[in-house]
């Protein structure tokens, strides 16, 4: 696929799960196995809608719409979906289009991660589809305080690529992250239509 950035980009941000790793299937069956584990019970609509936030708030989320108040915590909820979603996380393939794009302006552009994740799984998903060696910015869940659709992990992304808000493309398959880079003063490309997720 032939695609071409914006006029006067400066700098590139990447979403993870969804834009530059074909994750979501996985994470699915994470939060599937860990809510059949403790009686709760979530379908596909239920994580698109969550798509960008952290694990703990899509627990919370969890807890609240199943009623499982005072039954289970958020920690044991969120610890147990990343252990089942270790167990396939390095069946995990890079999104092509969107890593075509990395390849390309690697070392002309600055470029970052923006992420909802949790940093462990972050950094072992960039490791596992051959992604890491292009980004050393790398915004996740545990170094924001306000997460999608807030701006504040992109605006931390530009803060240290050194490049102004209105220069940068995101490109984003989550409407939490859309809203958030267009807060955020961004152009944001949605890659939703560049693949198909067997989710």
Known sequence: MKY??????????FDLDGTLAD??????EGWKKACQKYGAHIDNSFLRKHTGSPGWIIADEIIKSCGLDGKVTIDQIVEEK???????????????????????????LPMAVGTGGHREAVERTLEI?????????????????????????????????????????????????MVAARKAGMNVTDVTSWYDSSW
């Open 4 to 13: 071409e950035l914006r006029e006067g980009v400066k700098g590139l941000i």
């Open 23 to 28: 994750t979501m299937p996985y994470h699915f």
């Open 82 to 108: 990343l252990h089942q979603f270790y167990k396939v996380q390095h069946l995990v393939k890079p999104i092509e289009p969107v890593t075509e794009i990395v390849r390309k302006y690697f070392g002309i």
């Open 129 to 177: 589809t051959g992604l890491s060696k292009y980004f050393n910015i790398i915004v996740t869940a545990n170094d924001v305080n306000s997460f999608k659709p807030h701006p504040e992990t992109f605006l931390k992304c530009a803060e240290l690529m050194q490049v102004e808000p209105q220069y940068i493309e995101v490109f984003e398959d989550g409407e939490l992250g």
